[in-house]
Structure formats: C-alpha cells, structure tokens
C-alpha cells in the first residue's frame, strides 16, 4: 500500500519560471492537503482539497499560487512566476475523510523541495 | 487563533536516557494533538495523536505523549532515548472544526553515545 507520492522530490527553477508539484494521496484517500516549509520553520497549512473542490485555501498566497486536485489525477499545487522567497520544501498530506474533524490522522508525503535561482 | 510552542529549539539527551520533548497549545475548543517526527529531507512521520481518553497516549517507536488539560501541553516522552531517535519532532494541533494542522517550530533531538 504506497504512501503519498510526491514529485518531483527536488526541483530548480530560475525567478520567473512556473514550479508544478504533483501530489497522488494514499489508495482510497479522497482528501488532500498542501503544507509549506520554510528553511528552520514548521509546517505552514496553504490549501484542503476533495477531489474536483477547494475546501479551505486561507493558507494560500493570494497571488502567484494554485492548486487543483481534478476528478482523475494527482492534486497539483502551481507557482507562476516564482521569486527566490518560494524556495521551500512542499509537503503533501492526505486522510480518508476531513482531517481531523474526527481524528482521523492526515499522512504526509516525502515533500518537494524547491529552489529558486 | 490557535497555536503550538514548542519551547526548546534542541534537546540533547545521552542514549539510554529518558528524554521529554515540550509541547503547549493554545485552542479553542477541544484539541486534537498529534507528534511527527522529521528526518533530513524526509516527509513528516506519524508518531502519535490524543483524541480523546486518556491523558496518555502510546504511539510509534516506544514514544508516548502525555495530555495535560490545565496545563495545556502535549509533552512527548520516552523512557530510553536511542541514537536512530534523533531528528526533528513537531508537535500539532486541530480543533477539529477545520481540517488544517497547526504546527510548532520544531525541537532537534540529538542523542548521543
């Protein structure tokens, strides 16, 4: 039973490039989440997505930044126009039903790691 | 806004040893408290969650966390800290009315021989 599977696991793009994370949750996991991590910081929520729906994205930047997670697919999270302070590492997470709303423990992937020259 | 500390940045312990990892919380509502550990360029690790029941909570890899209500902490602990422990732990936390985590900063573990 494969965990989250994230890729790609490191990624280089030059300021102004796009970045696309891809993000395939855990067999049978319809709910999927993205975190950031920030050099020597913990894990910042950004963005709860079901399949086809945005469910909570007040941890996204209000520009610059989307995710989708379509019908069929992994769950894409995409910076355009990427600045040297989106270098991070991006963790995908998933869980078989809403989260923690009834404890249910939320997986992580082995996360993205951009950087951005 | 709820929120996590994690007061100690790094915690050394020698093997063998006991080793406690401090975590306080700052919620509204009941918490959902969870423990996942980091290695280098690792995704996070499940180690353990408090729902609800007892106060304390056995997870992964011999680790348990206490749950403290009047204190509001989580703190994690275990009776004999092994070198292969060391790593970056973060403590969490959910009120369970939105399906987001709220992390603390993190506390380096280092174990030594």
């Known amino acids: 039973n494969a965990g989250v599977m994230q890729n790609p696991r490191h990624l280089v793009r030059r300021r102004g490039q796009e970045a696309r994370l891809r993000c395939s949750p855990m067999?049978?996991?319809?709910?999927v989440y993205w975190y950031r991590q920030l050099p020597e910081e913990g894990l910042k929520f950004m963005v709860y997505?079901?399949?086809?729906?945005?469910?909570?994205e007040s941890g996204m930047p209000k520009e610059r930044f989307s995710a989708e997670f379509p019908k069929e697919g992994p769950s894409i999270l995409r910076i355009q126009q990427v600045v040297r302070g989106d270098s991070a590492a991006y963790f995908c997470a998933s869980s078989p039903q809403a989260g923690q709303s009834s404890g249910n423990t939320i997986y992580f992937g082995e996360g993205s790691w951009l950087t951005v020259v | 806004a709820q929120s996590v500390a994690q007061p100690e940045d790094q915690v050394n312990v020698a093997e063998g040893n006991p080793l406690t990892v401090k975590c306080t919380y700052s919620v509204s509502g009941n918490p959902y408290l969870f423990w996942y550990v980091q290695y280098p360029n690792r995704g996070l690790q499940f180690l353990l969650k408090y729902i609800t029941g007892d106060n304390l909570v056995k997870g992964s890899y011999g680790f348990e966390a206490e749950f403290n209500k009047s204190q509001t902490s989580f703190h994690l602990k275990k009776p004999s800290a092994l070198v292969s422990d060391s790593a970056l732990y973060f403590c969490?936390?959910?009120?369970?009315?939105?399906?987001?985590?709220?992390f603390g900063t993190g506390t380096r573990l280092q174990v030594t021989l």
């Open positions: 997505l079901q399949k086809e729906n945005i469910i909570d």
């Open positions: 969490a936390a959910d009120t369970g009315t939105a399906s987001k985590l709220t």
């Open positions: 067999k049978g996991h319809s709910h």
